[in-house]
């Protein structure tokens, strides 16, 4: 532009410095443009047509200037018109072309390389762009240095041989074609992510770039007169060797840090591929791997101990050898078919696969297939589990059904056959089940129904009362706990049938309660032979009592005559015939006790009483003198009257104290202890005796029952019984803490309150 409009505005102010021929400008322009155009990228046509037409034009610029040199003078003639100002010089000024015609023509030439539309090698195009570079380099290096730049021309603005501005564009021309291609040529050994390529990246520029930049500090120096001329050249060669020394021990040092990063990168690759072959030989399934053709490449310990061949053995063989002969076949097949669509899958689960010992014995087995592309080719990673254990799991759990089958039918004729009525509940299907028993005894059809309704409906309470649905047992025994056995009355068209009905919960496996089973007994028999035994017993204590009451009585008479008369012994044998008439009286009477509380028939008279003052009075009336000093009364603090027969409870407090005095040394202390706790009274006697077995405590309060140290005293065993049915009748309960050797507590518990039922009918009665 400043050759075209003005030269002088092209030489003055900042643009002087910018001193090219237009041709040269024009060169330079030309070699841009086309390597913008020929990109890595595949250009349009026109794109490249145009590239490759500006690239001719540089080469040609860069021959008409070698042609002007040469002297041709037709050449000269037709390059020198007034279009083209700078060949209108003299012959002598176009000598100082010849290096920038050079530079044109070779890079014009590898620009034009470059732009082909076929691939060709490219160190073609090096060739013609690396002798420029060259060129370009020695030419910047000479100006810097003044070997090529007189002593009165400043340098920037030297035209001898080639201008600083023409040198530096022709290298970014240069190195930017080097560059267009990264992935080929001289450019892979730098981008390259090798050892090569890492040292390239740094050592490269500062080859290139360091020279370069201590010459530009030199000549500075030396324009500034802070440098002398002579010096100039030894200071640069000497720190031209100390640099290329230190590039060496930069290059040593770099490849010492790349070493010891390989050294680590190898020792995490060993130690991974330890970590990894450790894994697969602690497989607990046999791994194969196979190549395309079938052959083995690598097996694991497992292999070795499933199939019974050495990993020599191995290696190199078809993997169709671990296969029984009428598979291997069908291998083949399955595996060409797999190669061409390799996935991964899994064999053996839908169809049962086998594989073969080396001895020859066969074993059931999944196989999992993974296809894997390695550097060695594709392989197949097969992992092979041995699934005997489980076929053999699988053959008992057969097994076990069949028989927990046959188990369910005896159990379903047990059931069936069983005397009692049976009635199961399925809380999740809200079903019931129940057997022959039970629907001969409600009068229904043996089938399965939905919900209890059916069932509950047909019981009431011994008195009369309906059972609602929550006070059924099977409802209760949902929640988990044991329901035990419950008078109801079955209704029935014809008749009213007495039963005792219990429930259990049948727990699965996640302790949930799975079902309840209900049991039900018809109690008529039992309820007729205890009528008997009552009437039996009844008028037997009735006969007996009149006989002995009798006796008694004359007895006494006999012996206050015999004492009158002086006849002593014969007074005292009346004693003693005066005392078991007494001890069988107080039989007769425990058993007519017994047989009343057993049949429900005993009607408590409750009274408010005061429980402290009440055992007082039995201590005072009820004991031997000389006993009583060893009873000690305790209790807690001031209680409210306790509504209980007392004329019932004395013979309860009675028969443990004097348990306590039969079974404990003489002299030692016994305890009586009254305490409230809630809304119940406890009444406790401690002894310091001999205390009693597990086994004993256990079954002290059955009927009949007597320990060892128990059968040596008087007495039918029915003490204890009568005491707990006699606290069952006020409500409560009695209960027996012992150990051998520490003695024994007997507790009775007392509710403060009237039951439910109890207290209306007192109303009522009292209304």
């Known amino acids: 532009m400043g050759w075209g409009l003005d030269r002088a505005f092209a030489n003055s102010g900042p643009l002087g410095l910018i001193d090219l021929a237009p041709h040269t400008a024009l060169g330079l322009i030309l070699g841009g443009i086309s390597l913008g155009l020929l990109r890595p990228e595949e250009p349009g046509l026109l794109r490249r047509a145009v590239g490759r037409a500006c690239a001719v034009g540089m080469g040609v610029i860069g021959v008409a200037i070698l042609f002007q040199y040469f002297g041709l003078e037709l050449v000269r003639s037709a390059l020198t018109q007034p279009w083209i100002p700078s060949l209108s010089r003299p012959p002598s000024e176009t000598t100082e072309m010849t290096a920038t015609a050079l530079c044109f023509v070779l890079l014009g030439g590898g620009l034009l390389l470059l732009g082909r539309s076929q691939p060709h090698p490219t160190w073609r195009m090096e060739v013609l762009i690396l002798p420029a570079l060259f060129v370009t380099l020695m030419m910047i290096h000479g100006l810097l240095h003044g070997a090529l730049v007189s002593a009165n021309t400043p340098v920037l603005l030297s035209h001898t041989g080639m201008g600083l501005q023409t040198t530096v564009g022709l290298l970014l021309l240069g190195v930017g074609a080097l560059c267009s291609r990264p992935e080929q040529g001289l450019m892979i050994h730098i981008t390259r992510s090798t050892l090569g390529g890492y040292l390239a990246r740094r050592l490269v520029p500062v080859t290139l770039l360091g020279p370069l930049l201590f010459s530009v500090l030199l000549e500075v120096l030396v324009r500034f007169h802070l440098l002398g001329q002579p010096l100039k050249t030894p200071l640069f060669a000497t720190v031209a060797s100390l640099g290329s020394a230190g590039l060496v021990l930069l290059s040593t040092s770099l490849l010492d840090r790349l070493h010891r990063q390989r050294q680590q990168a190898n020792a995490a690759l060993a130690a991974s591929e330890a970590r990894y072959r450790n894994l697969l030989e602690t497989a607990p ?59 991964l899958r899994s064999v053996g689960q839908a169809v049962p696969l086998r594989g073969r010992h080396k001895e020859g014995s066969e074993f059931p087995v999944e196989v999992s297939l993974s296809p ?18 489980r076929e053999q799991h699988l053959a008992r759990l057969q097994d076990a059904r069949a028989e927990a089958e046959r188990e369910r039918q005896l159990l379903q004729t047990v059931v069936d056959s069983a005397p009692v009525g049976i009635l199961f509940v399925d809380p999740e299907t809200d079903k019931v089940r129940t057997n022959v028993a039970l629907t001969a005894m409600l009068g229904r059809p043996a089938e399965t129904t939905e919900g209890q309704g059916p069932y509950y409906g047909n019981f009431l309470h011994p008195d009369g009362r309906s059972v609602s649905l929550d006070e059924f047992p099977s409802t209760r025994a949902l929640t988990g706990q044991a329901v035990p056995a419950q008078e109801f009355l079955v209704v029935r068209p014809d008749r009213q049938l007495p039963v005792l009905a219990s429930a259990a919960p049948v727990f699965g496996s996640s302790e949930a309660v799975r079902g309840v089973v209900v049991t039900i007994q018809d109690i008529t028999a039992r309820r007729e032979l205890e009528q008997l035994q009552q009437d039996y017993v009844g008028l037997i204590s009735h006969d007996l009592r009149n006989p002995l009451q009798v006796i008694a009585l004359r007895t006494q008479l006999l012996q ?12 005292a044998l009346t004693g003693s015939l005066l005392q078991n008439t007494r001890q069988m009286n107080w039989l007769v009477e425990e058993l007519l006790e017994n047989s009343i509380l057993e049949a429900g028939q005993v009607e408590l008279r409750r009274e408010p009483t005061d429980l402290v003052h009440f055992l007082e009075e039995v201590l005072e009336r009820d004991l031997p003198p000389d006993a009583r000093e060893r009873f000690h009364l305790q209790w807690t603090s001031a209680m409210p009257p306790v509504p209980v027969d007392p004329q019932r409870l004395e013979r309860v407090v009675v028969n443990l104290l004097t348990n306590a005095l039969k079974y404990s040394p003489a002299g030692t202390p016994i305890e009586l202890r009254l305490q409230q706790t809630g809304e119940a009274v406890e009444l406790s006697v401690q002894d310091h005796g ?66 439910a039922q109890e207290n209306s009918q007192t109303q009522q009665g009292a209304a």
């Open 285 to 343: 399934d046999a791994v194969v791997a196979v190549d395309q053709h079938g052959l083995v490449r690598f097996v694991n310990a497992q292999v070795e101990r499933v199939f019974g061949y050495r990993r020599e053995e191995l290696i190199g063989q078809d993997v169709a050898v671990l296969l029984p002969e009428p598979y291997r076949e069908q291998h083949r097949l399955f595996r060409e078919a797999y190669m061409r669509n390799p996935v």
């Open 560 to 571: 206050r005559l015999l004492q009158e008369r002086g006849l002593t012994r014969e007074a």
């Open 372 to 389: 894997c592309q390695t550097p060695e080719g594709f392989t197949v990673t097969a992992i092979i589990r041995d699934v005997t254990e």
């Open 690 to 755: 001999l205390g009693l077995l597990p086994e004993d405590a256990v079954r002290l309060f059955q009927k009949y029952y007597r320990t060892k140290e128990g059968r040596r005293a008087k007495g039918a065993g029915l003490g204890l019984y009568i005491c707990r049915l006699i606290a069952e009748a006020h409500g409560g309960r009695i209960r027996v803490e012992s150990e051998p050797g520490q003695g024994t507590i007997f507790t009775v518990t007392l509710p403060m309150t009237l039951p």
